[in-house]
């Protein structure tokens, strides 16, 4: 069962003749959200974005989970964003959260998990030389370290941003130095239409906080 909420907060939001309103950003495509990550609501979450990627690290280490999903979108074939978390163990860093948000500009998403502020990365994006690079089916995409210190000041998470047929790709790391996993050139796979072998996927972890 997915649940509706505000992509930019952990409002509540209310519905009135199709239209979504946040208490605190007005009106909004709502987020939606399992209340539990299983392999029945992770299907209901495919079949709500048909036409917009869902992106995980591919393929999953042993040992690592899908821990939560969400997207954003008032209809199935409107969807503006999604997310995904898969929690694992690393040698160096022991627990590692990865989060992954792909959005449209404004959605404001990727800067909530990030816990940048506002809705889209600032001017450090495609500034200068790319810290890291994902690949992405048959692209290379090259991703800018966004500050997360003026936020909160706290140094917990590492924030990666970059863009990718038009969109805002976001992977925010937990704990910060769990970027240098992404020194192994990752690869992240849009899950959407890969079928049976989802089966396999396991669930379960510690949901993130975001």
Excluded at 72 to 89: E, I, N, R
Excluded at 107 to 118: D, E, I, W, Y
Excluded at 132 to 161: E, K, N, Y
């Amino acid at each position: 069962m997915l649940v509706a909420g505000c992509p930019r907060c952990r409002s509540v939001v209310t519905e009135w003749q199709g239209t979504w309103a946040c208490d605190d950003h007005g009106p909004t495509d709502p987020l939606w959200r399992p209340s539990e990550p299983t392999y029945d609501s992770f299907a209901e979450h495919l079949r709500r974005t048909p036409v917009f990627p869902t992106y995980l690290p591919w393929p999953l280490g042993p040992g690592w989970q899908l821990s939560d999903f969400a997207l954003v979108g008032s209809q199935p074939d409107s969807s503006t964003a999604t997310l995904t978390c898969a929690t694992g163990v690393s040698a160096l860093d022991g627990p590692v959260e990865v989060i992954v948000v792909a959005e449209e500009p404004g959605v404001g998403l990727g800067a909530r998990c990030a816990g940048t502020g506002g809705a889209d990365p600032g001017d450090e994006v495609g500034r200068g030389t790319s810290d890291v690079r994902v690949r992405l089916g048959h692209q290379s995409v090259p991703m800018w370290t966004v500050s997360t210190s003026g936020a909160d000041g706290r140094f917990d998470r590492s924030v990666v941003v970059g863009e990718a047929f038009g969109r805002w790709l976001w992977i925010v790391l937990r704990p910060a130095s769990a970027i240098l996993l992404l020194r192994d050139d990752w690869i992240l796979k849009d899950v959407s239409g890969l079928g049976p072998p989802l089966v396999e996927l396991p669930f379960g972890g510690e949901r993130p906080t975001w």
